[in-house]
C-alpha cells in the first residue's frame, strides 16, 4: 500500500447509524488518529475465499 494512508481498516456494521458510533465513540478517541477517510462498497463485483496459490 502506497500513498497517503498509514493503515487501511475494513469495518463491516449493520448500518450507517452503527458506523457513525464506530467512528464518534471509538476510532476518533484513539491516541494518533489524526484524520479519517471514509469509502462505500456500492456492491460487490467478486467474491473469492483465498489467494490462488501454485502447489
Not at 449493520?14 to 484524520?35: C, I, P, Q, W
Amino acid at each position: 500500500m502506497t500513498g497517503k494512508m498509514d493503515f487501511l481498516l475494513r469495518v463491516v456494521v449493520n448500518d450507517l447509524e452503527a458506523y457513525e458510533m464506530f467512528l464518534k465513540h471509538k476510532l476518533t478517541r484513539l491516541d494518533g488518529v489524526a484524520s479519517i477517510e471514509t469509502s462505500f462498497a456500492l456492491g460487490q463485483v467478486k467474491h473469492a475465499h483465498g489467494l490462488p496459490l501454485a502447489p
